[in-house]
């Protein structure tokens, strides 16, 4: 019943009982009625609340269109090209990209090394470090730089993280100081490693 009538609010309760002290004083019999089921037989007989909204009968696929219509002019909830880019979003969305990131490159080269291990194909570390090792330089640098800083950026950021378990630095002046000095670190020591 409440859904019929919309959410029942104290405006609205108060309504309810004023109709139905008039519609019970107008049958003669002064009372007011103070059962749940009285005021619902009430607001069923009430007028004021039916509604005689028309309805089309449609087939589904009829709803379908209507719906994918409705849905094409909907506003779409806010993403990110409203929000000014910030240190601490940009770093938590980076930070969960890099932990994909390396998780997919560490089981890949594990479900390789079982693979080639399963189907007898020839494939262990000195394999790769000759393959690795009769690229061009250019290659080997980015080929490092790609593993470098993402490992140096999570691991940096994973201790930023225990920082914050510990429930240091959690004032916004020690979000951006922390933020600042992984990023410096990810720069120092992604760079050293990609050309050690």
Not at 74 to 91: A, C, D, G, N, V
Request: aromatic share 10%; glycine share 6%.
């Amino acid at each position: 019943m409440i859904s019929r009538i919309g959410l029942l609010n104290k405006q609205s309760i108060n309504l309810i009982t004023k109709n139905s002290y008039s519609i019970t004083k107008s049958s003669s019999s002064i009372q007011i009625l103070k059962n749940s089921r009285s005021i619902t037989s009430i607001l069923l007989n009430n007028k004021r609340f039916s509604s005689s909204i028309p309805t089309v009968s449609t087939t589904h696929d009829q709803e379908q269109d209507v719906l994918v219509a409705q849905r094409k002019n909907r506003p779409t909830s806010p993403h990110l090209q409203i929000y000014q880019p910030q240190l601490t979003w940009i770093m938590s969305s980076f930070h969960r990209i890099t932990g994909i990131a390396l998780a997919g490159m560490f089981y890949t080269l594990t479900c390789t090394f079982a693979a080639t291990s399963i189907l007898n194909i020839p494939f262990d570390t000195n394999t790769l470090v000759s393959a690795f090792a009769s690229l061009p330089i250019f290659l080997q640098y980015s080929i490092k730089a790609i593993g470098a800083f993402p490992f140096v950026y999570h691991g940096a950021n994973g201790i930023r993280h225990i920082l914050w378990d510990f429930g240091k630095e959690l004032t916004l002046k020690g979000v951006y100081r922390t933020g600042y000095a992984v990023l410096a670190v990810t720069a120092l020591i992604g760079t050293y490693l990609t050309f050690i």
